[in-house]
Nanobody, 122 residues
Framework: QVQLVESGGGLVQAGGSLKLSCAAS????????MGWFRQAPGKEREFVAA????????YYGDSVKGRFSISRENAKNTVYLQMNSLKSEDTAVYYC???????????????WGQGTQVTVSS
């Protein structure tokens, strides 16, 4: 069992930056691929980024490529999402998730955090 807790969300102006963190419980964190998803009001949950267990390979959704960066520190059981050049359309609740493979599909992730709100003002 893995428990995930996100932090780092908040209010930021367009063009600014935020760094989200997701702390995981359990000693097997390195065995899990990790992903970040987001969900805006009235919209489906959207893939943002994912990373392999070793951190050697990462993937990004088209809307965040070149602006967001996912990373992890297995020694700290933590995965991060660095968000730069934020836009109003990035406003959403951001969730981290753990799964076997770093896919873009929510159904492939077994463990989810409670989410953290990111609001970008224009």
């Amino acid at each position: 069992q893995v428990q995930l807790v996100e932090s780092g969300g908040g209010l930021v102006q367009a063009g600014g930056s935020l760094k989200l963190s997701c702390a995981a419980s359990g000693r097997t964190f390195r065995n899990y691929a990790m992903g970040w998803f987001r969900q805006a009001p009235g919209k489906e949950r959207e893939f943002v980024a994912a990373i392999t267990g070793t951190g050697s390979i990462s993937y990004y959704g088209d809307s965040v490529k070149g602006r967001f960066s996912i990373s992890r520190e297995n020694a700290k059981n933590t995965v991060y999402l660095q968000m730069n050049s934020l836009k109003s359309e990035d406003t959403a609740v951001y969730y981290c998730a753990g799964g076997v493979r770093p896919t873009t599909r929510t159904v492939d992730y077994s463990y989810w955090g409670q989410g953290t709100q990111v609001t970008v003002s224009s």
